[in-house]
Each structure stands twice: as C-alpha cells, then as structure tokens.
C-alpha cells in the first residue's frame, strides 16, 4: 500500500474491511502499523524466518515498540 495515493489506500482499506465484515478471510502483509491497528484481529512478526510473536494488534504492536527503541 505503500505505492497507493491516499485517496486509493483508503479505498483499498475499506476494501479489506468491507471483506472481513462479510466473513471473508484476509492474511495480508502490512509494513503500515495504523492500518494494522485499524484492520487486523492478529498480527504475527517473523524474525528470520520464523514467528517471533503473535497475538491481538495491540499487544503484538506493542511489543514490536518495544524492540525498535
């Protein structure tokens, strides 16, 4: 999304809520945090190839904070 005009990222985002709010399964990959904040039920962070953590956006985006400070 990173690519996206504002206006086309919006729309690309409400797309993918839309999707998920009609029961539709949606794995995507977001380097975004807010529309990770925004979208996402789980979020998992791979480290080297593998699941570093996993869990609710909130705890998982917390503690990628932490690492990055």
Do not use: C, W
Not at 3 to 10: F, G, M, T, Y
Not at 16 to 22: E, F, G, K, M, S
Not at 26 to 51: K, P, S, Y
């Amino acid at each position: 999304m990173s690519a996206l005009d504002p206006s086309n990222r919006e729309a690309a985002l409400e797309l993918i809520d839309t999707l998920t709010h009609q029961g539709v399964a949606v794995l995507a990959v977001f380097h975004d945090i807010e529309a990770m904040e925004r979208l996402a039920t789980r979020v998992v962070v791979l480290q080297h190839g593998v699941v570093g953590y996993e869990g609710s956006p909130q705890q998982t985006l917390a503690k990628l904070a932490g690492v990055a400070r």
